[in-house]
C-alpha cells in the first residue's frame, strides 16, 4: 500500500514536470531581494505565504500600486544601435557580429491595478488585480544572416530564417488569496486566480526561405509557420483569409473591456522559519490556463512564389493579342504574390493557452540586528528551455527603512547588480527595487534590467520602533513615560521587540 | 540633519552614488533619432525583368521590331515579309527592322517607399534564335518629372543565330553591364520603363525577303546590386 503511494507520488511529480516542460513562454519575475521583506506588498503578491504579522490593513490601488518592468535579452541594445559618429545608428552588422546562434529577448510589464490585504484572526485574506503585458521575441541567428550576406555569394543564394518564435500577452488576473500559519514555524498561502485574456499572438516556429537558382532567373520565396490570435479588436480578411487590416479604432478601450476569455490559475507559497535567524520560502504560481473563444483564430502559414521578374512578354503584347494580362495588372498580382508570402491564413479556432509555471526559492538569516543575507532563485519554465534568475542579497533594515543590494545571475552568464529601497511610515509603504542599477546610466550597455515600484497605504499600523534605542531607555530608565504606540496604556510589559521576535515579521524594518 | 546621517549614513550614502551617477549618464538617445547606418546594405541578385512568362510563352523576333499598338509607317525602300505561323504575313519597310523602335513605351518599374539600390550591375542573358544581332535599350521615366528620361542604359548587341550551319542553334550572350550613378539615379528615381530594340543588319537580309516573325528570343536582366534605405 506504502509503496503504490509513492509510485503515485512519483507519477504525480512526473505529470507535473511534463506540464512545466508543455507550458508556453515564461515570464514575471520581480527582483529577488524583494522576497527579504515578507511585509512588502509586491513580495506577498508573488509569494501567497507571505503576510504581514502585525495586524495592518493594506490597500493600494492603480497609480501607487506602481509597476513592474523587465528588459531581458541574449544580447545588448548597444550591440544593434551604436553611436559612431555620435547619432545613434542601426548597426545590423555589428549585431550580426555580436549575437549568440540563438536570440531572445522579452518585455514584461505588470500593473497592479488594486491590492488589499484584510487580516482575520487566523490569517490574512487578500486580493489584488493585476494586468499582465509581455512580449518575448527568439530568433536564431540564420535571422540576420541574409540581411548581412544577402543571396549574391555562392554560399548565401539560399536563406532560411529557421524557427522565429513570437509570443506577445496581455491578460489581467483577479486574486484571492488567504495565508495562514500552519504550524509554529511554518506559514502556508494560496492565490486563486481568475484570469482574463485580452490579446494574443502566438507564432511558433516561423520560417522565412529565399532559394536563388544560380543563374538567378527565379527566386523561391517560401515561409512556414503556425500559431495562434486573438485580438480585442476587429480583424479585417481577405477572401483568401489572410490579414487585410486591423481596425485599431478605441483600441485601448476595448483590450480593457475583453472579458470574454476566461482563465483559472493557482499560486502555493509556503514561509517555514528554521529558528529565530533564518527562514526558507518558496512559491510556485501560476499553474493554470486561459481559454480563448472569442475572436480567437489559428494562424497558418505554408506558401512559395517563384518570383522570374517583371514580364515583358505581356508588356509588348497586350492588348493586340488575346491570352495576355494588362502588364500593370500583373505587376500588382506579382507584388500581391511576394506579399502573401508574408501574410498567414486566419482561422476561427478555440484554442488553450498553458501559463508558464513560476517557482521562487528563497533562504534568509539574519547576522545581526541591522543586517541579513538570503538567497533568491526564480525560475520561469518554457516549453523547451526554461529562464533563471539566481540572486544574492544582502539586506540593512531600521525601523523605518530597508535598504537592500543584489547581485544577480541571469541564466548562466550574465550578472547584474542592483539594490533597492523600501520605507515604512505609519500610514504607507513606498519602496523602489532594481536589480540592475548600471542599468540607469548605461541602458543599452545592459542584456537585463528590471524596475519594480510600488506604494501601498496602511491601516491600523502601530508606529514602529528602534528596539535598541527602546531598551536603552527602559534599562537607564530615564523615560518613565511608556513608548508612543507600543505600550499606551502604560504597563510594565517587556518591550515590544520581544513580541516582535516571536511572530518573526512584525512590520518593524524587517529587522528580524 | 546632523541626526539623520548619523541614524542612517548608508542610506544617505546610497542616494549621493545615485544622484552622482545620475551626472554621468551615458548611451542616451531618443527612438526618434536613429536612423539605419549609411553604408549598410543588402546585397542582391535578382531577376528584374523576364522574356519568358508563366505560361511558357517567349519573346520572339516580332516583338522587337515594332510597338505593334502603333500603325506600321510607310517608309521608302525595300520591303520584307514577315512570316506568321497563325495568322497572314505582314508586309513592313525593311528598315523598321533596323531602326530603334520604342517597343516597350511605358512598363511600370518603381523602386518603392524608403529603398534604393546602389553599385548597380545589370546582367544581360539573351539567347538569340534570330539572324540578327539584337540591340536593347531602356530608359527610366524620371517619377517627380514624367518627361524628363534618363540616361539610356544600352548593352552591347546580342548575337543573333548563325545561320549559316544546320540545324540553326541560338546564340547567347551575357554582359554585365556596370551602371554610372546617373544611370543608377535614373532606377531609383523612376517609376516607368522605355525599352527600345533594333536590329544590326546582316547578309541575311539580302539573301531573304521574307523573315519567320517567330524566332525565340529570350531575355533575362538580371540586377545585382546593393539594396539601401534611402
Known amino acids: 500500500m506504502k509503496k503504490n503511494h509513492h509510485k503515485n507520488q512519483k507519477l504525480h511529480l512526473v505529470f507535473l514536470f511534463l506540464g512545466l516542460l508543455a507550458s508556453e513562454m515564461g515570464f514575471t519575475q520581480i527582483t529577488g531581494s524583494l522576497f527579504m521583506l515578507p511585509n512588502n506588498f509586491y513580495s506577498q503578491i508573488y509569494n501567497p505565504s507571505y503576510m504581514r504579522t502585525d495586524k495592518a490593513i493594506e490597500f493600494s490601488v492603480a497609480g501607487l500600486g506602481g509597476f513592474s518592468f523587465i528588459n531581458q535579452g541574449s544580447f545588448k541594445i548597444s550591440d544593434l544601435i551604436t553611436t559612431p559618429n555620435g547619432s545613434p545608428v542601426i548597426d545590423i552588422d555589428n549585431f550580426y557580429k555580436n549575437i549568440d546562434e540563438n536570440n531572445f529577448i522579452r518585455q514584461d510589464l505588470a500593473v497592479p491595478m488594486a491590492f488589499v490585504s484584510i487580516p482575520v484572526k487566523k490569517g490574512v485574506y487578500s486580493f489584488y488585480y493585476k494586468e499582465n503585458f509581455n512580449s518575448v521575441l527568439k530568433f536564431k541567428k540564420d535571422l540576420i544572416e541574409f540581411l548581412v550576406n544577402g543571396n549574391i555569394e555562392p554560399e548565401y543564394k539560399n536563406f532560411n530564417s529557421n524557427a522565429i518564435k513570437v509570443l506577445t500577452t496581455g491578460y489581467r488576473e483577479f486574486a484571492f488569496g488567504y495565508a495562514r500559519k500552519l504550524k509554529k514555524k511554518l506559514d502556508g498561502g494560496i492565490h486563486a486566480k481568475l484570469l482574463f485574456g485580452a490579446a494574443l499572438l502566438d507564432a511558433d516556429n516561423w520560417n522565412y526561405g529565399i532559394e536563388t537558382s544560380n543563374d538567378a532567373s527565379i527566386i523561391n520565396f517560401l ?46 507559497g509556503i514561509n517555514y522559519r528554521i529558528n529565530k535567524k533564518s527562514s526558507f520560502s518558496a512559491a510556485v504560481r501560476d499553474l493554470g490556463a486561459i481559454w480563448y473563444s472569442y475572436n480567437a483564430n489559428y494562424l497558418k502559414q505554408n506558401d512559395r512564389y517563384g518570383y522570374i521578374g517583371f514580364d515583358m512578354v505581356s508588356a509588348v503584347r497586350w492588348p493586340e493579342e488575346a491570352g495576355y494580362t ?70 540593512q533594515s531600521w525601523p523605518n527603512l530597508s535598504v537592500f543590494e543584489n547581485m544577480n545571475l541571469h541564466g548562466v552568464s550574465d550578472i547584474s547588480l542592483g539594490g533597492g529601497i523600501q520605507y515604512e511610515g505609519d500610514f504607507f509603504q513606498a519602496f523602489f527595487a532594481t536589480d540592475n542599477l548600471i542599468a540607469f546610466y548605461h541602458p543599452a550597455n545592459n542584456k537585463t534590467f528590471s524596475i519594480n515600484a510600488g506604494i501601498c497605504i496602511l491601516l491600523n499600523h502601530k508606529k514602529a520602533v528602534d528596539p535598541e534605542k527602546d531598551i536603552h531607555k527602559k534599562g537607564m530608565k530615564k523615560r518613565k513615560k511608556p513608548s508612543k504606540g507600543l505600550n499606551p496604556k502604560g504597563n510594565k510589559k517587556l518591550p515590544r521587540i520581544k513580541k516582535v521576535s516571536d511572530v518573526f515579521t512584525p512590520g518593524k524594518g524587517d529587522n528580524y | 540633519m546632523k541626526i539623520f546621517l548619523n541614524k542612517y549614513p548608508y542610506p544617505v550614502f546610497l542616494l549621493f552614488a545615485v544622484l552622482l551617477f545620475q551626472s554621468c549618464k551615458t548611451d542616451e538617445f531618443k527612438f526618434n533619432e536613429i536612423t539605419l547606418k549609411e553604408d549598410w546594405g543588402i546585397d542582391i541578385i535578382m531577376p528584374l525583368f523576364t522574356g519568358k512568362d508563366k505560361n511558357g510563352n517567349v519573346l520572339e523576333f516580332r516583338d522587337f521590331i515594332h510597338d505593334w499598338k502603333q500603325p506600321i509607317p510607310d517608309l521608302p525602300g525595300t520591303k520584307t515579309v514577315l512570316d506568321y505561323s497563325n495568322s497572314p504575313d505582314v508586309t513592313i519597310p525593311t528598315s523598321l527592322i533596323f531602326d530603334s523602335s520604342t517597343v516597350i513605351d511605358s512598363f511600370h518599374f518603381d523602386v518603392q517607399g524608403i529603398y534604393k539600390l546602389s553599385e548597380i550591375t545589370l546582367q544581360f542573358t539573351v539567347s538569340n534564335s534570330c539572324p540578327f544581332p539584337l540591340n536593347l535599350q531602356l530608359q527610366f521615366f524620371n517619377k517627380s518629372n514624367p518627361g524628363n528620361l534618363g540616361p539610356p542604359i544600352l548593352p552591347p548587341a546580342f548575337v543573333g543565330a548563325n545561320f549559316n550551319q544546320i540545324p540553326v542553334k541560338p546564340s547567347t550572350s551575357v554582359f554585365s553591364l556596370d551602371l554610372d550613378s546617373l544611370q543608377v539615379q535614373s532606377i531609383n528615381n523612376g517609376n516607368r520603363v522605355k525599352f527600345n530594340s533594333w536590329f544590326d543588319e546582316t547578309d541575311y537580309i539580302n539573301q531573304n525577303d521574307t523573315i519567320y516573325a517567330h524566332y525565340p528570343i529570350d531575355v533575362l536582366i538580371v540586377v545585382i546590386g546593393k539594396f539601401q534605405v534611402k
Do not use: C
Open chain 1, 223 to 268: 515561409s512556414d509557420g503556425y500559431g495562434h490570435l486573438m485580438l480585442p479588436i476587429p480583424i479585417v480578411l481577405r477572401s483568401d483569409s489572410t490579414i487585410h487590416s486591423i481596425d485599431s479604432e478605441k483600441a485601448f478601450s476595448k483590450y480593457m473591456r475583453a472579458y470574454q476569455n476566461s482563465g483559472f490559475a493557482i499560486d502555493l
Open chain 1, 326 to 395: 494588362d502588364p500593370n495588372v500583373l505587376i500588382d498580382f506579382l507584388k500581391d504574390s511576394i506579399r502573401n508570402i508574408w501574410q498567414p491564413h486566419v482561422v476561427e479556432s478555440n484554442f488553450v493557452f498553458n501559463l508558464a509555471p513560476k517557482t521562487v526559492l528563497h533562504y534568509q538569516n539574519a547576522f545581526s540586528d541591522n543586517l541579513s543575507l538570503g538567497i533568491t532563485n526564480q525560475s520561469s519554465f518554457q516549453k523547451n528551455n526554461f529562464q533563471n534568475i539566481l540572486t544574492v542579497s544582502a539586506l
